[in-house]
């Protein structure tokens, strides 16, 4: 399982992401992908 932080959310917000990052998250299944509550709101806030 994966649990993903706002650097690695942000970055997928950017104008131009990382595509080695883009290609990571690719090869992870959706169900193994997880963010926390805090992270949600830093990037709420953020945007």
Same mark, same amino acid.
């Given at each position: 399982?994966?649990?993903f932080?706002?650097?690695i959310l942000s970055n997928l &917000?950017? +104008?131009t992401?990382? /595509?080695v990052l883009i290609a990571? &998250?690719?090869s992870v299944p959706p169900e193994q992908?997880?963010?926390s509550?805090? /992270?949600l709101g +830093? &990037?709420?806030f953020w945007v």
């Open positions: 399982m994966y649990l932080d706002t650097d &917000l950017r +104008r992401p990382s /595509t990571k &998250l690719a992908q997880f963010t509550a805090i /992270t +830093r &990037l709420y």
